[in-house]
């Protein structure tokens, strides 16, 4: 809800990465290589694995660190 009230003030804005834990979750890793991520700039609290979350982007309201996002979500540019 916290990211609901925010994206109402802001438009949200993200970007895919290459970065996914969809072979098993909370294994992230470098696509197309599957290469492990290891310096990952999460935000706060993320990945958090929200419903379903695989695939991680940078959002604008965690002044673009990396949090997990529903691989299918539309408002998501890919980089
Ligand atoms: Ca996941
Ligand atoms: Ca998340």
Redesign the pocket.
């Known amino acids: 809800m916290v990211s609901k009230a925010k994206s109402l003030r802001y438009p949200l804005i993200g970007f895919w990465t290459a970065g996914n834990?969809i072979i098993a979750?909370?294994n992230w890793v470098w696509a197309p290589d599957n290469e492990p991520m290891k310096f990952a700039p999460w935000g706060p609290g993320e990945?958090n694995?929200f419903g379903?979350?695989?695939c991680a982007g940078l959002l604008n309201f965690l002044d673009f660190y990396l949090n997990?996002a529903d691989c299918n979500s539309i408002s998501f540019f890919h980089m």
Request: proline share 11%.
């Open positions: 834990d979750d909370g990945p694995e379903k979350e695989d997990d």
